[in-house]
């Protein structure tokens, strides 16, 4: 039962332009949203995170939209660079618990 | 300040055999949770260390086990390998009153069963 679901395995998007990651989830009772980079050979990296009381955080180029109603959310990055170019997974839950997603693989072309 | 590290980074182990994979965590951080990832399957939780108690665990077999020192280094045993605990195991670290959020990742240990 998959309650974080990532469908786009990969993405691909011309530098300078914007990245669109999207997240859906199923369990209304996540209260805490985050978003980690992983490049090959590395451990995630967190990026940005959403609490449920709000709809929108941002971090420089990094944004991301909660959409409770919808349970989705999204992570945004504007101008995308090829340094950007990783592994994005989704994770959400509570306190003692994150649940992540497959990811999706995020390649920024020159 | 040193990041979360795991050891070894490679192990190769036939099926029936068992395993005991490392983790240090950042200094000061006594939350300690593990992760299996697979391509298909994504990052998926094995279970949370807090001073030394297990405080939570996710849907994986009896096989799985772990355990953390005084230190707050931990430890992950499997047991009778089979070939589909072939993963990338990922320990995380995060400072007490953060929960799991914001956890910091090891570079993890790639097992490969065969």
């Known amino acids: 039962d998959q309650q974080v679901k990532q469908n786009s395995p990969s993405l691909s998007v011309q530098e300078g332009r914007i990245s669109i990651l999207n997240c859906d989830y199923t369990?209304?009772?996540?209260?805490?949203f985050l978003w980690y980079k992983k490049y090959p050979a590395e451990g995630p990296t967190f990026l940005i995170s959403i609490s449920s009381i709000k709809d929108k955080n941002e971090d420089g180029r990094f944004t991301v939209f909660l959409n409770k109603s919808a349970k989705h959310l999204s992570l945004h990055i504007v101008p995308s660079q090829p340094g950007d170019s990783a592994v994005y997974f989704c994770?959400?839950?509570?306190?003692?618990?994150?649940?992540f997603g497959i990811g999706t693989k995020l390649q920024v072309i020159p | 300040k040193a990041g979360v590290t795991q050891t070894p980074r490679y192990l190769i182990k036939t099926r029936g055999q068992q395993v005991t994979l490392s983790c240090s965590p950042i200094?000061?951080?006594?939350?300690v949770s593990w992760y299996q990832q697979t391509p298909g399957q994504g990052l998926q939780f094995l279970f949370e260390y807090f001073s030394e108690t297990q405080r939570n665990k996710g849907n994986f077999p009896g096989r799985f086990s772990g355990r953390q020192f005084s230190n707050s280094r931990s430890e992950m045993n499997v047991s009778t390998l089979e070939l589909g605990d072939s993963a990338l195991y990922l320990c995380?670290?995060?400072?007490?009153?953060?929960?799991?959020?914001?956890?910091?990742f090891g570079p993890g240990t790639r097992l490969t069963v065969t």
């Open positions: 994770a959400a839950g509570g306190y003692q618990k994150v649940t």
């Open positions: 995380a670290s995060s400072l007490e009153g953060q929960g799991v959020r914001e956890q910091y």
């Open positions: 200094s000061g951080h006594r939350s």
């Open positions: 369990n209304s009772m996540f209260d805490y």
